[in-house]
């Protein structure tokens, strides 16, 4: 079967206040089709290298609540990057203002908010995918005020 692959990333660097969870980056699928997450990365742009990390944490995403793309959040941009074109119906937003509902971790770690950096890929049918309708989300929490990038690669699953 062919794939079709797309990717949306935070349009601006979005910024964390101290000691608060912020989700960072989310895509949500339509009611066709679930998310097959390809790989993700995530950055920190903090100035001391004595700060104290962040933790973040891959999360599924029901889109319950606080998920519509402009509304408590920006709107991010879904492109496709390979594959037959096709209408993708996947939606993304950024810098939530307002956490959605309802976040589940499945992957988390600390990163070092001086140039933090996380790239992760997963290998070919490996990675987590989920339900229509549903989607992943990367929320961080830093102990300082710094700014953080996102991007998510992903399938039609």
């Given amino acids: 079967?062919?794939?079709?692959?797309?990717?949306?990333?935070?349009?601006?660097?979005?910024?964390?206040?101290?000691?608060?969870?912020?989700?960072?980056?989310?895509?949500?699928?339509?009611?066709q089709f679930g998310v097959d997450l390809r790989g993700f990365t995530l950055s920190l742009d903090g100035a001391t290298s004595t700060a104290v990390p962040a933790f973040w944490e891959l999360c599924t995403l029901t889109g319950a609540s606080n998920s519509t793309p402009g509304t408590g959040n920006s709107t991010g941009t879904v492109l496709q990057e390979y594959g037959r074109t096709i209408t993708p119906g996947f939606v993304s937003f950024y810098a939530s203002t307002s956490e959605p509902t309802v976040l589940a971790a499945i992957d988390g770690d600390y990163i070092p908010v001086f140039n933090?950096?996380?790239?992760?890929?997963?290998?070919?049918?490996?990675?987590?995918?989920?339900?229509?309708?549903?989607g992943f989300a990367i929320r961080v929490t830093a102990p300082a005020t710094v700014n953080v990038r996102a991007t998510f690669r992903f399938e039609r699953a």
Avoid at 116 to 134: C, E, H, K, M, Y
């Fill in 1 to 31: 079967m062919a794939k079709a692959g797309y990717s949306t990333t935070t349009g601006a660097a979005v910024a964390l206040s101290a000691a608060t969870a912020k989700t960072v980056l989310a895509v949500l699928a339509p009611a």
């Fill in 116 to 134: 933090g950096l996380v790239i992760r890929d997963w290998p070919f049918n490996a990675g987590p995918d989920n339900a229509v309708s549903t």
